[in-house]
């Protein structure tokens, strides 16, 4: 099979579903007068509508007397539709990717790639018209889900194309995969800015130009050839189940240091004798690798990093918007949430880009570099929560998404590099499964108004302060690491000298 044809289609695909000009201005689109939640004609309309005739001196004391009775109304209701969007409406989302990633995974496999991706590009749809014609507190959670229903689906994206092309192949479409979201995420947030800034558009018409997007992203993967093979459940004639495919990597796998302390291995599991792939068996190999991969202590520490900071990472980036919004209101003012999210996925993927070059030896001080750029995130969440201004805030969310998309990406290499493509996409699902999990329990305390449903600044505070408590556990292993070394150092410098007195008593003796 050509390797032109599908990565060229899976490409167009990852292009257009990743081109969102409304999403960095989703919290200000529900907020404002668009789309709003109560279907109540906003103060401002009403006022303009009222002013419309010049009114004479007595019913302009009248009005003005309404209107400063009114405005603390408006107020609350204001605040009472932000409570609804942070507290009710994107909690659905974190459920519904932590319900439905396991399934979906699994489900992956099985139907062999295509048809994940044609329901992921139909629920990307179905978002966002949902997002343009519904109203209401139960539409919108509803779009929440089948959002997450298209996040938890990505899997087959950025999975697909291992089954239909040969390994050699392999570094370069996942870089062309890779890249083209990167590059459609960034397109689509300056779009969206540049029509917002320059053109004075509506943000009800980048949800429009959003959805035409998804509509294209939803044609390409109808192209695409229909595998034969995939990881688990279907392998290839002649490759003996789920276990022989990747008999040659998985020997490797016994043979390779993992990178962070150079010294533990991983050794593949027993195979199994049997030729079937059934589901059960399948579980039973994952759970067995599962075993074996978290039993290597370097691989638990980056993956542990991976959880850990991907969860306030959801968070940080699911909120920032919603704190915006209070720090500068985008009814009384001029955003700039496009440049933001476009500058910070650009620098994100140059900070991926370059962290090869990064002169440090990961496998000795990996754990203390984690320290160090964990602190560096928090201290990012802090002056988000505390300094009340937007530039600052702007400022410091750029260099938070940098920060964590070079350590991410560090993590991703330290994992992948031990690992097969099989244990590799279970380690992947894992981490995120629990990234997700800490998250749901996060979100359940913090945010859910059936928890603490705290204001977003009391949020971003606790999310600061996760951040430097992931930073502390790292500077532990750190420095436990680091002593362990010297310890080690200094047995192996003693040693020749307490053997030398008994040496030389033994030849005094004889």
Not at 96 to 120: H, I, N
Request: hydrophobic letters at 45%.
């Amino acid at each position: 099979m050509s390797v032109l044809e599908p990565t060229l289609l899976l490409c167009v695909f990852g292009f257009f579903s990743s081109l969102r000009p409304s999403e960095p201005f989703l919290t200000a689109f529900l907020l404002g007068p668009d789309h709003n939640l109560t279907e109540e004609q906003p103060l401002r309309r009403r006022k303009q509508t009222v002013l419309a005739r010049p009114p004479s001196p007595q019913q302009q004391t009248v009005l003005s007397v309404g209107v400063w009775q009114a405005l603390p109304q408006q107020q609350d209701k204001d605040q009472q539709t932000q409570k609804q969007v942070v507290n009710e409406i994107y909690p659905v989302w974190t459920y519904s990717y932590l319900a439905l990633l396991l399934p979906v995974f699994l489900a992956t496999d099985y139907l062999c790639y295509k048809p994940v991706l044609v329901l992921q590009a139909t629920s990307l749809v179905v978002t966002y018209v949902i997002l343009l014609k519904a109203r209401g507190l139960p539409a919108m959670q509803l779009l929440e889900f089948f959002f997450g229903l298209a996040t938890a689906s990505e899997v087959a994206y950025y999975s697909y194309i291992y089954s239909v092309v040969e390994p050699a192949h392999y570094q370069k479409v996942t870089g062309y995969c890779r890249s083209v979201t990167l590059f459609g995420s960034a397109a689509g947030s300056l779009t969206g800015q540049l029509l917002l800034s320059l053109a004075k558009v509506r943000l009800v018409h980048l949800v429009i130009i959003t959805l035409a997007s998804s509509a294209v992203a939803f044609v390409a993967p109808w192209f695409l050839p229909m595998p034969k093979r995939s990881l688990f459940f279907h392998m290839g004639a002649g490759e003996g189940g789920p276990r022989s495919s990747s008999k040659a990597l998985l020997e490797k796998d016994s043979e390779r240091e993992l990178p962070l302390n150079g010294v533990t291995t991983i050794s593949s599991s027993s195979e199994t004798g049997s030729q079937g792939s059934g589901f059960v068996k399948v579980l039973r190999i994952l759970f067995d690798d599962f075993l074996q991969c978290y039993r290597s202590g370097p691989l638990l520490a980056w993956s542990l990093w991976w959880a850990l900071a991907t969860c306030g990472y959801f968070q940080v980036v699911n909120y920032a918007q919603a704190l915006w919004e209070n720090v500068r209101p985008s009814q009384d003012y001029e955003i700039y949430n496009g440049y933001v999210e476009t500058l910070s996925t650009l620098l994100g993927a140059l900070a991926a880009l370059l962290v090869g070059c990064l002169p440090l030896s990961w496998t000795q001080w990996g754990e203390l570099a984690l320290c160090v750029l964990s602190l560096l995130m928090a201290v990012c969440v802090f002056v988000m929560d505390t300094v009340r201004n937007i530039w600052m805030c702007y400022a410091s969310y750029i260099f938070f998404r940098a920060t964590y998309m070079l350590l991410i990406t560090m993590a991703t290499y330290q994992i992948a590099a031990s690992l097969s493509m099989q244990r590799y996409a279970l380690v992947f699902g894992v981490n995120t499964f629990m990234a997700l999990l800490l998250q749901s329990l996060l979100t359940v305390v913090v945010v859910d108004s059936a928890g603490l449903g705290l204001d977003v600044f009391t949020q971003f505070l606790i999310y600061g302060c996760y951040f430097a408590v992931i930073s502390l556990v790292f500077l532990l292993a750190g420095v436990c690491k680091l002593a362990s070394r010297r310890r080690c150092r200094q047995g192996g410098a003693d040693s020749p000298e307490t053997d030398s007195p008994s040496t030389q008593d033994a030849s005094s003796t004889r």
